[in-house]
DNA sequence: TGGGTCTGTGGTATCGATAACAGGACGCTA
DNA sequence: TAGCGTCCTGTTATCGATACCACAGACCCA
């Protein structure tokens, strides 16, 4: 066997089995119209010299680049690793690569990555949130692939969305904090300020409990990422401010812990003299005792119905241009019975 | 202006202004001898007609492919998320994206994706751990690209190493316990069955115990992802099992977060009677109190390593090929002072 | 037995860029 | 002014696959 400077191409394949190369073509992806006995050689042949296709040749050739270009703000929260794992899942079997960008939570950034996944050509464009800048849209209508925007579907979107209403999902933890009979509440909220399902989600709380003259007592917010001891702090400067609070809404699980803290170290009883929530579902607290009230946004099921969405699009159905996942309100051991 | 049924291409932006595609290709890819006026036209024609270069025809043509496969166990536990976002600061500004496989903490999982992420004839490999099946070894050998393994450092790597030595972090670990005064210990894990890192680092920590004199009264380990609410249960059957548990070593800070609740719930003071230790430096439970003792295993570091690494090799220079990145050791407030 | 569909296979153009080489214009030196 | 190097730009071939069309032979039915 004589040295290969370059690594083996269809073209050798195909001179192994005395076939042509669009007869290995066609057998190497599986379509029909070959007979069995040719399928057979070519694949012994391919497998004999450990063939890779080489699929950047594939997609320039067939004008379609099975990749998806996915954006999300960051990967410091356990919300979008978990959203890519289930993207994984509704892409499995496909075909289809995810490619990650890196919004940083800034939309600026957003638009650069964007331009940069969109020189890949691909097949469809995952991004999070409905709000872009006035150039990513009209790149995104440029590039004319489907598009689905996740976590979000208070609004319209560019093209698909797949998310909850976090609208929907404040007013139901109000609810839920209206039946368990508490007269007023505080909200504690962190992250990047202005953050538009954060604001819908608290918006949508507060909306129920005043609407049923429940009054919101004052909001704390801490500009800066989430942690537990920032909870805790933010929790700490609530019970102090309003000492009559009954109930603190977090908009996270992390902070909600910290606030956990903060009423147990300050003696109140949870939930019966104040009670928590907070939102996200995040795993990694199941353990605490009590367990906080949370509304699991089943992130891992939006990451999931996007791949299938982009999936349905990509095959030329209809799939519907929005895709609600109900959020599952888990009253857990901080609201009252 | 006419409808155009494709998107732009080079072509276009040669003809817009009237130079060749070769100038406008030089133009776009920043390389000298290219007039100051030629540059500008060309950069106008490019902003006006929205042109995006094509990297898939540009990565064909240049045998040059601006992508780094990189292949993870799984995203579920804040520790690769964060080696992630490290490897996408490494890499910025570089050009080169990363695409992202998930092997399922599986090795046949691993092979398949590795061969579908080759097809893209990426530039570099990043994989985890130095384990890897024959065939893995095969493809990556006929790639011949620079290939780096992160989180382990302790072995013989395929091409480049960037992590931290288990056995190391485990051994510090140990001594941090022989200083504290601790006269037993206890093994608590959980996760893949037969991972290699746990199991060195575990083997470090009873190494040093051992040689001091100190027992190691036994092992308790759960086959499944790790959770808080099985750390406690281990922690409750160790502490059952062996009363005279004096330390708890667990293999990741979930589990160890357990083991604190159990240890609290059955009345033991941490850390004067019991202590514990987990692995990891998770930030999310940063807000318990007491802070547990554990290594932090620099992920962020080590993604951005992994991808100066990278760059230096595609860049001729030869960085070395083992590359430790020394976890911390954080002995938290379950360590006796 | 002739004309039709159906199967299986091959030939050729093409995708959109870059590498390698070619060559004109210009200025400088001898 | 011949000769030579530099600077800038263009021409041609190529990367490795797929789309599209062509076509030979098997098979069917009237």
Redesign the interface.
């Known amino acids: 066997m004589k040295s290969r400077p370059r690594?083996i191409s269809q073209g050798d394949v195909a001179a192994a089995c005395g076939l042509s190369e669009m007869t290995v073509s066609r057998v190497l992806r599986g379509q029909r119209g070959v007979s069995p006995a040719t399928i057979a050689s070519v694949q012994a042949a391919a497998r004999d010299l450990?063939y890779?296709?080489?699929?950047?040749?594939g997609?320039?050739a067939g004008a379609r680049?099975p990749?998806v270009a996915v954006i999300v703000p960051?990967?410091?929260n356990?919300v979008?690793?978990?959203v890519?794992?289930g993207l994984?899942e509704g892409l499995e079997g496909s075909?289809l690569?995810?490619?990650?960008?890196?919004g940083n939570y800034d939309s600026a950034t957003e638009e650069r990555v964007l331009?940069?996944?969109?020189?890949?050509?691909p097949s469809a464009v995952v991004l999070t949130g409905l709000e872009h800048g006035a150039r990513t849209r009209?790149?995104l209508v440029?590039?004319?692939v489907p598009v689905v925007e996740i976590m979000d579907c208070d609004g319209p979107g560019i093209d698909c969305v797949v998310g909850l209403s976090q609208r929907a999902a404040g007013q139901d933890m109000g609810r839920a904090v209206l039946e368990a009979g508490y007269r007023n509440a505080v909200l504690l909220q962190s992250g990047q300020q202005g953050d538009r399902r954060q604001e819908s989600r608290l918006a949508g709380f507060a909306e129920v409990l005043e609407g049923a003259g429940v009054p919101i007592l004052g909001r704390l917010a801490y500009d800066g990422p989430s942690?537990?001891?920032k909870?805790?702090a933010l929790a700490e400067a609530a019970i102090t401010r309003w000492p009559e609070a009954e109930f603190l809404y977090c908009t996270n699980d992390?902070i909600a812990?910290?606030a956990l803290?903060a009423l147990q170290a300050a003696g109140r009883a949870v939930p019966g003299q104040t009670g928590l929530a907070g939102f996200s579902g995040?795993?990694?607290?199941?353990?605490?005792?009590p367990r906080i009230a949370t509304t699991d946004t089943r992130r891992f099921e939006i990451g999931r119905k996007a791949g299938e969405v982009i999936l349905a699009r990509l095959e030329g159905a209809a799939p519907g241009l929005r895709h609600e996942i109900a959020p599952r309100l888990d009253p857990g051991e901080t609201l009252r019975r």
Chains 1, 2 share one sequence.
């Open positions: 690594p450990g890779v296709p080489n699929r950047i040749a997609a320039l680049v990749l960051g990967l410091s356990m979008f690793p978990e890519l794992m994984a075909g690569q995810p490619v990650l960008g890196l331009a940069e996944l969109l020189a890949w050509r009209e790149m440029r590039a004319a942690s537990v001891p909870g805790r992390m812990a910290g803290f995040l795993e990694i607290l199941a353990g605490l005792a």
